[in-house]
């Protein structure tokens, strides 16, 4: 393996504040921490104690029928797939021999060492699927070994049936702040897209895996929901709203270190040559919150846009045909070089967070002290938290927000070096990588209009 594919290597999941030991698997030894501290727990803690410790033995995989179903969609969707790009369109793809290599040591799930993040630019509704159609079909009917993703809650969750199909497609539910107020940077379907890149059990760097009593998710919308976390409840379910219920595919050690694929412009951009929009903040959490770091590959798409263009007329739900269609694979990011840095400022926020905790648990516990309470037991305002649980701090704080601006700006610029290497467009629009550029119009209530930045077709942004 290169150096350049080993280069998050040093990322490791240190000990947490419970004491527990980590080796190279992620497994985590707490018996002697637990037991330790269950003897002061209430039974309710003692309860939840344990559900943690059960979560090295955490089931491996779904039941036969999900297995069955997901091997039948995945594999027929890549069978279609690969049918339409070489039987009816012009495909042309870079970089697929060393991207194969790195599927092929991945294959099984026992060995791998982390997760997989693949992210490029979205120019079309059938980027995904259609794109996985470059790779040969011995790869399609092994969904072990095939990507995860994230899409739209309003669309393909809009009936049971649509669900039930795209679950069982390894697609998890995201919901959009124009459409849904449960939408944005902490919604749980992010939370379990990096728990799927990382190692069980998820005890989050700086904080302790054993929960507390109170909720784990808050979040700080006045519309949102305390929303109940798998691995804290016991189940293999969440909930992205409250009321909904997906299955949680991050608890079965089968999908430790799996493959995730996003498209961090957030939305269909078809840009006349194809640039970049800015990159939304989620790929900044999946990019330092995985435990270990992942390894990161970037990609470029073009010609797709081609085949289902935002202004195509009648019929508008058949794709087109007889396009040149492009797909790169760029190489294995060096993680250290790129983002090495802001792992560790990362890494500082969050320890300075969780000593401002520490410190507030100090000062509440001296207050009940100097006014006689010594015998009350004070509820521990250090919340321990599982990988991907944020306090507000660490969602808010300006520093945690210029971590993320600037981790997804080297981001997009890895996603335009793989343009830049394919060759044969106009250097990117500097302007075209801020937010600030791309501030939606709130006048705007249509679901479709034109960019006021580059005239570019907005469907369901």
């Not at 294959?107 to 120019?123: A, K, Q, Y």
């Not at 980027?127 to 790779?135: K, S």
């Not at 305390?226 to 804290?232: E, K, N, Y």
């Not at 521990?380 to 808010?396: A, F, N």
Request: hydrophobic share 35%; with cysteine.
């Amino acid at each position: 393996m290169s150096s350049s594919m080993t280069s998050s290597a040093d990322y490791k999941p240190p000990a947490t504040a419970a004491g527990a030991a980590t080796g190279s698997h992620g497994t985590t030894n707490a018996s002697s921490s637990s037991s330790s501290s269950s003897t002061m727990a209430s039974p309710q803690q003692q309860q939840q104690q344990q559900q943690i410790q059960n979560h090295a033995q955490a089931p491996h995989s779904p039941n036969l029928p999900s297995r069955i179903a997901s091997v039948m969609i995945m594999g027929l969707t890549g069978v279609i797939s690969r049918t339409f790009l070489y039987g009816f369109n012009d495909i042309e793809v870079k970089g697929l021999d060393r991207f194969k290599q790195l599927l092929d040591s991945r294959e099984d799930p026992e060995r791998r060492e982390r997760g997989l993040l693949t992210v490029s630019n979205h120019i079309s509704v059938l980027d995904d699927p259609v794109v996985w159609g470059v790779l040969p079909l011995s790869y399609a009917f092994n969904p072990n070994n095939l990507r995860w993703t994230l899409a739209a809650h309003d669309i393909c969750f809009a009936n049971p049936a649509f669900s039930a199909f795209f679950t069982a497609g390894q697609v998890l539910p995201c919901h959009r702040l124009k459409h849904s107020p449960h939408g944005g940077l902490f919604q749980p379907s992010l939370t379990q897209a990096i728990r799927l890149l990382s190692s069980q059990p998820f005890t989050q760097p700086g904080f302790s895996p054993v929960p507390l009593t109170s909720p784990v998710t808050t979040l700080s919308t006045p519309s949102a929901v305390d929303i109940p976390d798998p691995f804290t409840i016991g189940t293999l379910t969440y909930s992205t709203t409250g009321s909904d219920s997906h299955p949680a595919p991050s608890i079965y050690t089968r999908n430790r270190h799996s493959w995730v694929h996003v498209f961090p412009e957030g939305l269909v951009h078809q840009h006349p040559q194809v640039d970049l929009r800015y990159f939304k903040w989620g790929v900044a959490r999946l990019i330092l919150e995985s435990e270990p770091a992942p390894d990161v590959v970037p990609m470029f798409i073009d010609g797709t846009q081609h085949v289902m263009n935002e202004e195509r007329g009648f019929p508008r739900f058949l794709p087109r045909i007889g396009k040149k269609i492009r797909v790169a694979f760029g190489e294995v990011v060096d993680y250290e070089r790129e983002f090495g840095d802001l792992r560790r400022r990362w890494r500082r926020e969050v320890e300075r967070v969780r000593q401002q905790e520490e410190q507030a648990e100090a000062a509440a516990k001296a207050a009940k002290a100097a006014k006689g309470n010594e015998l009350v037991t004070v509820e521990s305002s250090s919340k321990p938290r599982l990988l991907g649980d944020l306090p507000e701090q660490l969602k808010y704080s300006e520093e945690a927000q210029q971590i993320r601006i600037e981790c997804a700006r080297r981001m997009r610029e890895q996603v335009l070096k793989v343009r830049r290497e394919l060759g044969g467009y106009e250097e990117s629009d500097p302007n075209f990588g801020e937010a600030s550029t791309w501030v939606p119009d709130r006048k705007v209530k249509a679901e479709k209009y034109k960019s006021r930045v580059d005239g570019s077709e907005i469907n369901q942004d």
